[in-house]
């Protein structure tokens, strides 16, 4: 059969239909950052733009830039949803070491897993709800754990950084799969450096010298009080 002229008008039907555009207005911020969310989630933070994204809600890229600054104001606010769902640990806090342990490692797993979570982390100090009520808590925990405030922040500083540093370089080393049939002994030795038991085990360096400071400042503070006390009752 032949073609006619009507077949030549007909709209050629598609193998998809393009999603629908939102009308103006009806998309918010939090739209925005759970749309990104789940990209983050599904693995494709560095796919992820903002093309992409207004694509996912039906708007055009333009109109993202009403709710967000950019990508990495997005990644931030992502990056606070997934630390509140995890940082908290499972531990007591009356027993400090093992609940500072936790901690420090749900975040190193975080930062690991997750590259945009690392990507924001290497790129500013995080300031995020989440991040801060974290900080609160580890300051409060060792605190109680004997430490004076001034050195309970020195002592949160040493573990922050320790953890962030450690977390980069083992998603470093865990991309380069070369290292693992490396022939070279000595690499694979320092390769094996960078693993969560490794992370464990420095950061019980680190949890040992908070706890001889401890010792030391509250066997300090003892003599003052009871100076302090003598004097009083005169």
Same mark, same amino acid.
């Given at each position: 059969?032949?073609?006619?002229?009507?077949?030549?008008?007909?709209?050629?039907?598609?193998?998809?239909?393009?999603?629908? /555009? @939102?009308?103006?207005?009806?998309?918010?911020?939090?739209?925005?950052?759970?749309?990104?969310?789940?990209?983050?989630?599904?693995g494709g933070y560095?796919?992820?733009?903002?093309?992409?994204?207004?694509?996912?809600?039906?708007?055009?890229p333009m109109s993202?830039?009403?709710?967000?600054?950019?990508?990495?104001?997005?990644?931030?606010?992502?990056?606070?949803?997934?630390?509140?769902?995890?940082?908290?640990?499972?531990?007591?806090?009356?027993?400090?070491?093992?609940?500072?342990?936790?901690? @420090?490692?749900?975040?190193?797993?975080?930062?690991?897993?997750?590259?945009? @979570?690392?990507?924001?982390?290497?790129?500013?100090?995080?300031?995020?709800?989440?991040?801060?009520?974290?900080?609160? @808590?580890?300051?409060?925990?060792?605190?109680?754990?004997?430490?004076?405030?001034?050195?309970?922040?020195?002592?949160?500083?040493?573990?922050?950084?320790?953890?962030?540093?450690?977390?980069?370089?083992?998603?470093? /080393?865990?991309?380069?799969?070369?290292?693992?049939?490396?022939?070279?002994?000595?690499? /694979?030795?320092?390769?094996?450096?960078?693993?969560?038991?490794?992370?464990?085990?420095?950061?019980?360096?680190?949890?040992?010298?908070?706890?001889?400071?401890?010792?030391?400042?509250?066997?300090?503070?003892?003599?003052?009080?009871?100076?302090?006390?003598?004097?009083?009752?005169?």
């Amino acid at each position: 059969m032949g073609t006619t002229k009507e077949d030549l008008r007909a709209p050629r039907k598609r193998g998809r239909t393009p999603k629908q /555009r @939102a009308r103006w207005g009806t998309i918010s911020r939090q739209q925005v950052v759970d749309a990104a969310t789940r990209v983050v989630r599904a693995g494709g933070y560095e796919q992820m733009t903002i093309r992409s994204l207004a694509g996912e809600l039906g708007v055009s890229p333009m109109s993202l830039y009403r709710y967000v600054r950019g990508k990495d104001d997005i990644l931030d606010e992502v990056v606070d949803t997934l630390l509140n769902e995890m940082w908290r640990p499972q531990a007591r806090e009356d027993e400090w070491r093992a609940w500072i342990t936790e901690a @420090a490692d749900r975040l190193r797993e975080l930062l690991v897993s997750q590259p945009a @979570a690392l990507h924001v982390y290497l790129a500013h100090p995080v300031v995020s709800a989440s991040a801060l009520t974290r900080m609160d @808590a580890i300051m409060r925990v060792l605190r109680e754990a004997g430490l004076s405030e001034a050195t309970a922040r020195r002592a949160y500083g040493a573990i922050h950084t320790y953890t962030i540093g450690f977390a980069a370089l083992e998603a470093s /080393r865990r991309r380069d799969a070369r290292i693992q049939h490396d022939a070279d002994v000595l690499a /694979r030795q320092l390769a094996a450096f960078t693993t969560p038991q490794r992370f464990v085990e420095g950061l019980g360096y680190l949890l040992e010298g908070i706890s001889s400071r401890s010792a030391r400042e509250t066997r300090e503070q003892g003599p003052r009080s009871t100076a302090s006390a003598s004097k009083t009752s005169r």
